[in-house]
Antibody, heavy 119, light 108 residues
Framework: QVQLQESGPGLVKPSQTLSLTCTVS??????????WSWIRQPAGKGLEWIGHISTSGSTNYNPSLKSRVTISVDTSKNQFSLKLSSVTAADTAVYYC???????????WGQGTLVTVSS | SYELIQPPSVSMSPGQTASVTCSGD??????VSWYQQKPGQSPVLVIYQDKKRPSGIPERFSGSNSGNTATLTISGTQAIDEADYYCQAWDSGAASAVFGGGTKLTVL
């Protein structure tokens, strides 16, 4: 059974960089044709895809966030990470990591982690 | 950018059939997936590739996709089906996943 677990600071100051890590168990992050993804959800609102990194290391990002987002992978730790720079209160949300399939549906999700942007 | 439009809410009596729609330009030419999210929980995949059910999802959940509209159908709606439902597709032009705004299903 594939499991994903997000970790990182729950509070980030405005203008700083939000950094989260997703640890994957039950699957190798470097095998298969998957897209390791980040998705977020502000309180009371809908889901927003942030971006993904493929098993080959290629990345795609939401055009609305592209200038501020970096997703990377550490195969030795079976982890992938999110960095979102120049955060504002609008970036306050629950952040999920997820496994995306070759046909771009998300079959496994982490439990989510709340990140609040506040001074 | 590509948009998926869902009704904000749908209400249904127990035992009835609930339909949640998702609209987008030429949506029938893309694969659509559906997610169920209950309060305080992570989303759960209930339909992928328009009409396939993951292991463990009850048969009462079904999907279709044609033209500009995809539909999630829940037959014999139960109280446990009360949740938010999101549709999702891939925008190949922008190389980006897109979610609908979500539909709150209330089982009265």
């Amino acid at each position: 059974q594939v499991q994903l677990q997000e970790s990182g600071p729950g509070l980030v100051k405005p203008s700083q960089t939000l950094s989260l890590t997703c640890t994957v168990s039950g699957d190798s992050i470097s095998s298969g044709s998957y897209y390791w993804s980040w998705i977020r959800q502000p309180a009371g609102k809908g889901l927003e895809w942030i971006g993904h990194i493929s098993t080959s290391g290629s990345t795609n990002y939401n055009p609305s966030l592209k200038s501020r987002v970096t997703i990377s992978v550490d195969t030795s730790k079976n982890q992938f990470s999110l960095k979102l720079s120049s955060v504002t209160a609008a970036d306050t949300a629950v952040y999920y990591c997820s496994r995306g399939s070759r046909t771009r549906y998300f079959d496994y999700w982490g439990q989510g982690t709340l990140v609040t942007v506040s001074s | 950018s590509y948009e998926l439009i869902q009704p904000p809410s749908v209400s249904m009596s127990p035992g009835q059939t609930a339909s949640v729609t998702c609209s987008g330009d030429k949506l029938g030419e893309r694969y659509v997936s559906w997610y169920q999210q209950k309060p305080g929980q992570s989303p759960v995949l209930v339909i992928y590739q328009d009409k396939k059910r993951p292991s463990g999802i009850p048969e009462r959940f079904s999907g279709s996709n044609s033209g500009n509209t995809a539909t999630l159908t829940i037959s014999g709606t139960q109280a446990i089906d009360e949740a938010d439902y999101y549709c999702q597709a891939w925008d190949s032009g922008a190389a980006s996943a897109v979610f609908g705004g979500g539909t709150k299903l209330t089982v009265l």
